[in-house]
């Protein structure tokens, strides 16, 4: 958790949202709605507040929040999961993943991610001690070469994390690249960590659990939070399914990282969870929207885009600009034209830098104006 000259590091998001704060850029940086959850869900938390909801919670969630994940697992994934024992709430997914690496990866283990990767899963991997290999995802749609996959997945593999659909790239995997890692988890006995935050954000496909297919429920930890879904990122509630023997192993670690996690917004997720089908689908419908919005302007101004297939995020290449290295155009950005975005070589390991270095991840879960406006000034590059 040092840069080469030995500092502690910033995440990047922090360095670009403080950049964006200090130059009043419009933030298509660090991945945040700018419209509030829904009123009725903001008020549970603030009535359960006022009726003293302010001691901690039971370590593993409370019993409504917990039943809350196991109905809404069953209702759109077709999973049956004990409350009791096959499911745990956390302090957000990051404390999930965590807790999911910190008890299963030993010093010496190795651990296969995708490339790019949230950049959370590098630092715990770090912190485990562990040695972090990486399949890359290159364009045109940031699709896993399976063969690669294979090679890369040994039985020294402890651990293959994939986040479905994908920040930074907004790619979503399809069943062959699900059943590949089921298939090589079993040939080398290793755990899956499937990070699906997004679940609920696609554009046109549908999301898959890893932990529905054949053979997936048994090996798998399934992570999500209701930042994404429910446009709560600071509240951090997030949670962690999967097999009695795997969420008992999160939950005893997590009783150390933070015990429990906060008793307020529990039973408010609890409720938003329930909502109605209805409100996932406007949702993504409408991030879908700025999506276009976002793309097509991009198009318009020569940026090449990805068009992503769920996510807040899209990825856009500077170099038909007239740039290379995108890391420094986004520490220029703010100030130069008053946007931000965070440049994709962040989430790759820095000898793999090159091949990612002309690409800018813009978030586009903001207003409609904003995206707009955004796009008008992104128009002026490269000045
Ligand atoms: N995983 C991914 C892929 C993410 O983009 C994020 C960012 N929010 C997280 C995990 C962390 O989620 P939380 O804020 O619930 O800790
Ligand atoms: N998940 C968010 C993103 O990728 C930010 C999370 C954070 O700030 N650590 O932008």
Redesign the pocket.
């Known amino acids: 958790l040092l840069d080469p000259a030995g500092t502690p590091r910033v995440t990047i998001f922090e360095e670009i949202t403080g950049l964006a704060n200090k130059h009043n850029a419009l933030n298509l940086g660090q991945?945040f709605p700018d419209t509030e959850g829904p009123e009725e869900i903001r008020q549970i938390a603030l009535k359960s507040i006022a009726e003293g909801a302010n001691q901690y919670a039971p370590g593993s969630g409370i019993p409504a929040l917990r039943r809350a994940i196991a109905s809404h697992q069953k209702r759109f994934y077709d999973l049956e999961l004990d409350l009791e024992t096959q499911v745990v709430v956390t302090t957000?997914?990051?404390?999930a993943?965590a807790a999911a690496i910190l008890a299963f990866v030993q010093p010496g283990d190795e651990v296969v991610t995708f490339e790019p990767y949230?950049d959370?899963y590098a630092a715990m991997i770090g912190l485990a001690n562990a040695k972090h290999n990486v399949v890359q995802l290159q364009l045109p749609d940031f699709q896993p070469d399976l063969a690669k996959l294979r090679a890369t997945v040994t039985d020294k593999t402890r651990m293959i994390i994939l986040?479905n659909p994908h920040?930074p790239t907004g790619s979503v995997f399809g069943e062959d690249v699900l059943n590949e890692i089921i298939a090589l988890a079993h040939q080398h006995d290793c755990i899956i960590l499937s990070?699906e935050?997004?679940e609920h954000l696609t554009f046109g496909v549908s999301h898959v659990p890893v932990a529905t297919l054949p053979g997936g429920f048994d090996r798998t930890i399934t992570?999500s939070?209701?930042?994404?879904s429910f446009s709560f990122?600071g509240w951090?509630?997030?949670w962690a399914t999967g097999p009695e023997k795997l969420i008992t192993a999160v939950r005893t670690v997590k009783q150390f990282l933070t015990y429990s996690s906060g008793p307020a917004f529990q039973p408010a997720v609890a409720q938003a969870l329930e909502l109605p089908d209805e409100f996932f689908a406007q949702f993504a419908g409408s991030l879908g929207h700025t999506c276009g919005l976002l793309a097509d302007s991009l198009e318009q101004s020569g940026i090449p885009v990805v068009r992503p297939r769920g996510t807040y995020f899209l990825v856009a290449d500077v170099s038909q600009l007239g740039y290379q290295d995108a890391t420094e155009l986004a520490r220029l950005l703010p100030e130069r034209l008053g946007v931000a975005a965070i440049p994709m070589s962040v989430f790759v390991h820095p000898e793999n830098r090159q091949a990612y270095s002309s690409l800018l991840r813009f978030a586009f879960c903001k207003k409609e104006d904003v995206i707009l406006e955004a796009a008008r000034r992104l128009s002026r590059l490269p000045e």
């Open positions: 991945g957000g997914a990051t404390e993943i949230y959370s986040n920040n990070d935050v997004y992570i939070s209701a930042g994404k990122t951090k509630v997030g």
